[in-house]
Each structure stands twice: as structure tokens, then as C-alpha cells.
């Protein structure tokens, strides 16, 4: 074979080999580009991301606040759809938006279709109930409406969920508890101190 068909035939292999090397490349490249468009698909939104989504769910809940002082149902049924998660969020330590409510239309929602508990107790240990009997009467339309709410909640309490919700939420009982059983440590003590100190009389006086 003459040196220039060998230096052809060598050319024409790397060109070759270029070829489907760059093919190949280019197939990869299309692949990763593939993978990176799925994985972006895959990947949760910036909003995802703890700080933020409590940031817009602190929004949602003023604005949730807003609608139901002002006794805006239809707001309130929008703003659960516009902030997914808002339900959940709303149960404050202040608490929950059945303790706010002024109308027992408002409270129907709240609890038929949004599906909030009427069981869940403020920081106080106080249900939905007993705090719109606390509530000042001028913030609902007649004291009608104000005992109607109350009892439309009071009907659907269940005994035993309300009493965990107040042993959990109640911060008040939470105090109670530690300055009993701190009570019960320095009784605990000094009785123990004052034994000491009557075998050490009796000691004394054997002595």
C-alpha cells in the first residue's frame, strides 16, 4: 500500500473516530440537557423552602384575620385555596379561627368545609366555644347570633380530645404543674433536712 493511500486511509479513520466521538458528545450533551430539564420539573419551587413558605403563610394568615373580623366568608374560602397549607398554619397559640368568628355562617364554614376542630384549645386551655362566650357582644350583630355560635361549637366538642388539646396547649396548666412539682421538691427537701436535724438532736442529747 503506497505511504499516501496508508496517510488516506488514516485520515479518513480520525475523521471517522471524530465523528462519532463528536456524535457521541453530542448525544450526552442531549441527555444531560434532558435530565436537567426532568430534574428541574422534579425539584420544589422556591417557595418550598421553609423560610419563605412560613413568610407567605404568615401573609395568608393576616389577610385570613382581615376576612373573618370583617366576617368575609367568601374571602375566607379563597385565601385556603390561594395558601395551600393555611389550615394547618392557623392553629396559632393564640388560637384557632373558630375563636375569632362573628357569625355562625363563618363558623359553619370554618368547621364543615374547611374542617377546623372545635377541640383545639388557645395557650389559655380555652375552646372555640367557651371564647366566643368570652367575647365582647358588640362584635357580633345580636347576642342571639353570639350564643347561637357558642353552641353550635359546644355540640360538637368531644370530651376526651378537648381535655388532651388543653393539657397540651395550656400554658397556664403547663405553670401550675412546674410550680407544684418544684413545690413538691422543697417539701421534699426540707422534710428531708429536718430529719436530719432531729437525729442529730437526739444524738446530742444521748451524748
Not at 397549607?85 to 375563636?99: A, D, R, T
Request: aromatic residues 8%; positive net charge; hydrophobic residues 40%.
Amino acid at each position: 500500500m503506497s505511504p499516501y493511500r496508508s496517510s488516506s486511509l488514516n485520515l479518513l479513520l480520525i475523521a471517522l473516530l471524530s465523528s462519532n466521538a463528536l456524535a457521541t458528545e453530542e448525544q450526552s450533551l442531549a441527555l444531560h440537557e434532558q435530565h436537567k430539564d426532568a430534574a428541574a420539573c422534579e425539584q420544589p419551587p422556591v417557595l418550598a423552602h421553609p423560610f419563605v413558605r412560613t413568610k407567605i403563610l404568615a401573609t395568608g394568615y393576616e389577610k385570613l384575620c382581615e376576612a373573618i373580623e370583617a366576617d368575609n366568608v367568601a374571602t375566607t374560602q379563597e385565601l385556603f385555596k390561594e395558601f395551600p397549607g393555611l389550615k394547618k398554619f392557623s392553629y396559632q397559640s393564640v388560637g384557632s379561627p373558630l375563636h375569632f368568628v362573628r357569625s355562625l355562617d363563618m363558623a359553619r364554614i370554618l368547621t364543615e368545609k374547611i374542617g377546623f376542630s372545635v377541640n383545639v384549645c388557645d395557650e389559655w386551655g380555652e375552646t372555640p366555644s367557651y371564647a366566643i362566650q368570652q367575647s365582647k357582644p358588640d362584635r357580633f350583630s345580636c347576642p342571639e347570633e353570639q350564643k347561637a355560635i357558642a353552641l353550635y361549637f359546644k355540640k360538637r366538642e368531644a370530651p376526651y380530645q378537648k381535655l388532651k388539646s388543653q393539657l397540651i396547649s395550656n400554658k397556664n396548666l403547663h405553670m401550675k404543674l412546674s410550680v407544684l412539682a418544684m413545690s413538691g421538691v422543697l417539701v421534699t427537701q426540707f422534710a428531708v433536712l429536718v430529719t436530719i436535724f432531729l437525729k442529730n438532736i437526739k444524738t446530742l442529747n444521748g451524748a
